[in-house]
């Protein structure tokens, strides 16, 4: 002991502040080394060199090593100045950590100097220090602060709504309507008095999920309100008819669906209305609710009492499996609302992904919305087929599918499929002529023969599960000569074009850029893919700098990830060998939310995902050692997480993705801040007029503990926004476990409330008994990590 004391002879305080930052030395020595050894930054090298030698100073209890590390923390602010400019939250795991690191050398130091007022220095030179930088922090959070780029829209132009519902006082589609602006007239509810706005009413569904089911609820649910009824699905597909204004509940239909038909997400986004042609007054199911289900079941309800329409299928309900083959329970669910045009009820299915490369058929059908007979079906490897297929015969397994919403024209019969890829996401190979020309593209189908008119591909030979997740919106696109039947497609990728509606014709400028060939498939790869010249949500490619986290350590070990992956930005392909970055992920850009517009001032509004996936192809062998294999041969249990570890059988390679790219023992992702966004777009020149992070700091922090911060910091984000005449935004989405209600014209927040779990749908709003309603489905998501519930809240004014 005296022979230790005699080499570390300093006070306590002293010889833990130097211990500490000795161990910290060592592994940005050791991290810092690999990293520059991959080609990137030599500063945790250098800085470990350095804060090794202060910390042995400080144990050896010489009063230099504090000098020495406050050299390295004023170092580290010029360098953190210069590697990331005034971005606030670039400079947190810069600066933050080796702040506090200072203020304890302060104290250690003062324990080492004999002046009698030692400690009230350190206390006075630490408040200095963390008030600098408070008031640093506070300036940059003031520069950063969004601001309009530009005003709204000078010129009011009116665009005509497509679809035979008007919301009016109503929302009597997932859209607002099937043209899906998500645009209300109505106008109660203003800018200046949103901020009185309360809790009408709150109803429970009863719809929580069992033990089998934990992990895998995501309501997603979207009500409509027509007349004197509420409508809303549950994630396990219960649908409930509530008084509008008083959320009492007027009836409920379940249909029994079993656990194990959940795919990867128990989700109910909407339901559908269809009022029969010429029905008399009292005639049963006159007006009826249509919706499917996650076994694939498609009904028809008497909107008046939720009982089965008899006329309809059997016994009111179809099963849409029937053509498909071997359809294992959770391979083939139906998440979202069917759409009805000219009678027809146009449906796709979502197909379990990774599963196997010959996965059921991703068949579109149409049914009869009064008898439920089958009218036609869309097969794209058979389509001659009219019908059901030949005895003997299925729809043709593995190919793209349409998961998520249609939009629809009923003037031109047409109505738009957002279409997926085939089967296997990540490898493309194996896929047909007709496969490579449908999938991830939007396709206008003739909704009176089935046969499709036009299509519009965005991705050419997709490995990166770019599939188009949200409806196309419909416009009346302003030009030189007038306004053009038009709609609006946003991606995942982050660029959205406008095309006509009739034709498929692009009206806003393409181009083509050059993308990274090779990967596993390199004579699969096209050497350039199309992009939106007119508007993208898409930022910049991702560079070593935008890496992240809680402090230089695990922004350090973030940085080495990023060397080591194969990355060559936008369109970077898969690898087997290593791990590669693709950005952005899976999630968008825009996804199912789709996008809102006020079609009296021309603006789009667009909330949007900014995260990365950290990505690799595993071998066969290799997959097959880890026990990855299909839900029903191997795996058994229900839900999981989309691509990470999914088999991809009947081709060489599974695939492993780590959504969003965040480290495993503090839960934060790589990239930087913000990772989500809401945007202002003015139809008539594409410009930006403002955009904003969206969502804040509350409910995260690292090892998942929330921070209870009030900051924005612009989370990961699904379902969408609703807008309204008087110029407000209705949008939850954020992981924030916030509604909040966005001015049109600035993007400022102007009111929020704290949702009982997460609010991951889209909000809608009507009128009852001559007062407007703001309502939302709040019951959270296990994919974005919010608190599951089973709320239906309402707003108005007192």
């Not at 400019?85 to 400079?91: D, I, S």
């Not at 998961?403 to 019969?413: C, F, K, M, N, Q």
């Not at 939310?593 to 001032?601: H, I, N």
């Amino acid at each position: 002991m005296n022979r230790i004391r005699q080499i570390f002879p300093a006070p306590w305080l002293a010889l833990l502040t130097g211990l500490i930052l000795v161990l910290i030395a060592i592994l940005l020595l050791v991290g810092g080394a690999w990293l520059a050894a991959l080609g990137g930054s030599p500063y945790y090298l250098v800085t470990g060199a350095a804060m090794l030698a202060a910390g042995g100073l400080l144990m050896r209890g010489r009063i230099a090593g504090g000098w020495l590390y406050a050299a390295i923390f004023f170092f580290t602010l010029i360098w953190a100045f210069w590697e990331v400019g005034a971005n606030g939250w670039a400079l947190v795991p810069r600066i933050i950590a080796p702040l506090f690191l200072l203020v304890l050398v302060f104290f250690a130091a003062a324990s080492l100097s004999r002046q009698p007022r030692r400690w009230r220095r350190a206390l006075g030179a630490s408040a200095l220090v963390i008030g600098l930088v408070a008031a640093g922090g506070a300036m940059l959070g003031w520069l950063n602060t969004p601001r309009p780029l530009r005003d709204l829209p000078g010129e009011r132009w009116a665009m005509a709504d497509p679809a035979l519902m008007a919301a009016g006082s109503d929302w009597p589609a997932y859209g607002g309507t099937y043209s899906a602006r998500r645009y209300s007239p109505l106008d109660q509810i203003t800018p200046a008095n949103v901020g009185k706005l309360q809790r009408a009413w709150l109803f429970h569904t009863g719809d929580l999920p069992s033990k089998a089911a934990q992990g895998t609820y995501g309501a997603e649910n979207t009500p409509l309100k027509i007349g004197d009824s509420l409508y809303v699905c549950t994630p396990k597909n219960i649908v409930l008819a509530l008084d509008p204004a008083t959320g009492r509940q007027k009836w409920r239909f379940d249909p029994k669906v079993p656990d194990e038909a959940i795919p990867y997400t128990a989700a109910c986004r909407g339901v559908s209305f269809y009022g029969v042609p010429d029905a008399t007054a009292g005639q049963a199911c006159a007006q009826r609710i249509i919706f499917a289900t996650l076994d694939a079941r498609l009904f028809a309800l008497d909107a008046a009492t939720g009982r089965p329409c008899q006329d309809f299928g059997s016994n009111g309900e179809v099963d849409t499996k029937i053509g498909m083959g071997s359809t294992p329970p959770g391979y083939v669910s139906i998440t979202s609302p069917p759409t009805i045009v000219r009678g027809i009820i146009v449906t796709g299915h979502q197909v379990l992904d990774g599963q196997d490369r010959w996965a059921p058929s991703g068949v579109i059908r149409g049914f009869d919305a009064v008898s439920g007979k089958l009218a036609w079906a869309w097969d794209m490897m058979n389509p001659e087929w009219k019908g059901y297929p030949p005895p003997g015969e299925t729809w043709a397994r593995g190919t793209p599918n349409m998961w998520t919403i249609a939009s629809a024209d009923e003037t031109l019969g047409l109505v738009y499929l957002p279409m997926g890829n085939a089967s296997a996401d990540y490898y493309s190979s194996l896929r047909r002529g007709p496969e490579n020309h449908y999938a991830t593209s939007l396709v206008a189908l003739d909704v009176t023969t089935g046969k499709p008119r036009w299509r519009f591909q965005a991705v050419k030979k997709d490995v990166w599960d770019y599939d188009f997740g949200a409806q196309a919106t419909l416009i009346d696109f302003p030009g030189p000569e007038g306004t053009t039947p038009a709609l609006v497609l946003p991606s995942k990728q982050g660029d959205i074009y406008i095309l006509d509606r009739r034709t498929g014709r692009p009206l806003t400028p393409i181009g083509t850029v050059k993308v990274p060939r090779g990967g596993v498939e390199p004579a699969e790869r096209a050497p350039t893919q199309i992009v939106s010249l007119w508007h993208s949500l898409r930022k910049a490619d991702l560079t070593e700098r935008d890496m992240w986290g809680m402090s230089p350590i695990d922004q350090m070990i973030c940085r080495i990830q990023f060397r080591k992956a194969s990355y060559q930005g936008f369109y970077t392909p898969p690898t087997s060998e290593r791990r590669s970055i693709q950005y952005p992920g899976y999630n968008g850009g825009t996804d199912w939310g789709g996008v809102a517009v006020d079609p009296e001032r021309g603006v789009i509004i667009a909330n949007y995902n900014d995260m990365p996936n950290y990505v690799r192809l595993v071998p066969r062998a290799e997959a097959n050692k880890k026990g990855w294999a299909p839900r029903d041969q191997a795996r058994g249990n229900i839900g999981g997480a989309e691509g990470a570890g999914d088999p991809q059988a009947g081709t060489p390679y599974a695939i492993d993705v780590n959504a969003g790219w965040r480290l495993p023992w503090t839960g934060l992702l790589c990239k930087q801040p913000p990772y989500g966004g809401i945007r202002a777009i003015d139809i008539a020149t594409g410009r930006t007029i403002w955009d904003r992070p969206l969502g804040t700091a509350r409910t995260n922090g690292p090892f998942g503990i929330p921070s209870m911060l009030p900051v924005t910091i612009g989370t990961p984000n699904n379902g969408g926004a609703a807008v309204t005449a008087s110029g407000l935004i209705f949008i939850a989405a954020a992981t924030d476990n916030l509604i909040r209600a966005i001015d049109l014209k600035t993007g400022r927040t102007l009111w929020t409330d704290v949702l009982p779990a997460g609010g991951q749908a889209t909000p809608i709003t009507y009128e009852a008994n001559g007062k407007q309603y703001v309502v939302i489905y709040a019951g959270g998501h296990h994919f974005m990590e919010t608190p599951i519930g089973d709320e239906v809240i309402a707003y108005a004014l007192p």
